[in-house]
């Protein structure tokens, strides 16, 4: 079984991703826009206290040709990105990558613009360095391990660069002029980019993996029914293989509730769906716990097979242990609701049947067919006649070490065959 993510998973995923790439953009617009109002406002009114900090204190302008510029062009990337997004079209690649660049370059350009105000070596000592980190973070949300890379990669050569142009290098001066001082911290850089791009490329296999799972999961349960056991499910998982058309022994069962159309008619829909979901919710237990599936539900009865789609050497055993134990689960069924008594007619036959999946590449099934198939719901329609609620074939009972107490009914007429058919009734 093949573990492929679903057709449209891929457009899902980057229609997420555009939505996140959204939220960043305006959460990053905001935060310019509230960090460009705090530094006028200081730079304004708090002119003294902010001189005593920045050697020539701060013009009002500055911020605005500083941090401005990025506010502006965070808020023109949302207004495209909105714009795309209502299309359904994706930011292109190459502008992921362009627009990388752009925001990480906003530390760079206050590093400079700091650089007229204090030492350029306590500059690179000061906040807007850490920013880097926060766009190399920011681009894990991109869940594309070359863009946050990248990112690390412009942070760490943008850094020495102006490590380079405003600090004269010299290892006899300080550490803080130091060449492998300096280079470290773009090493670093570097570094948590690549960390970033790890771990973005591990939530998207992660992803990838989960959907495919979940995918797999839901083709065997389209496939079988929702009405298969999570046994069964996890059994068929883990052979990662669709099950095989072939010809094998299959044991299949029947079961019918007598009756049951006339019973409907004094009583409404919804009471009797109702009854139909309490009374084969029970049945299905009853099936998982022998390890079969149902394979059809036929309005007031359902088909069971065991011994397939998983192959099973005690199939004819368990059919027959189901039976009885539904036999048994009517008798308490009846106790507890007189008002709903049901009477059930089931039918059990072992033999070959041809298995596989049919349908089209949109929807298929998996089905049982032949004349196995055929014989065990004469046997469930020939429990009207005989008065019986569990009829078995003579193959059941051979498999079954004589089916302990087993009444013998001799050979009788089936509909649709030439030959009579040995019976045998279970009590």
Known sequence: ???ETPDGYASELRREILRSEIQRVQVLAVVLACLLVTTLTAATLFADLVARIFKGGIAWWEPLVTIGPFACYEFLVLFVLRWRASRDRD????????NAFIETSLPSVIILALSRHMEPAKVFGFWPPMLYFVFILLSTLRLDFWLSLWTGAVAAVQQFLLVVWLIPLGATIGPEHSVLYNASRSILLLAAGAIAGIVAGSLRRQFDKSVAAAAARDRITNMFGQHVSPAVVDRLLASHADPPSE?????????????????TRTRPANETVALLNDFFAEMIDIVDRNNGIINKFLGDGFLAVFGAPLADPRAA???????RAMLAAVERWNEARPQW?????????LGEAVTGTVGSPRRKEYTVIGDTVNLAARLEQLTKETGAQLLVSSSVHRATTGADGAVDLGPLPIRGYDEEVRVWKVV
């Open 1 to 3: 079984m093949m573990d």
């Open 91 to 98: 930011f292109p690649r190459y502008a992921r990558f362009v």
């Open 247 to 263: 010809m094998r022994e299959v044991c299949v069962l029947f079961l019918d509730i007598r009756g049951f159309t006339a019973m």
């Open 317 to 323: 055993d368990d059919a027959l242990a189901a039976g």
């Open 341 to 349: 008594r049901l009477r059930v007619g089931i039918g059990i036959h």
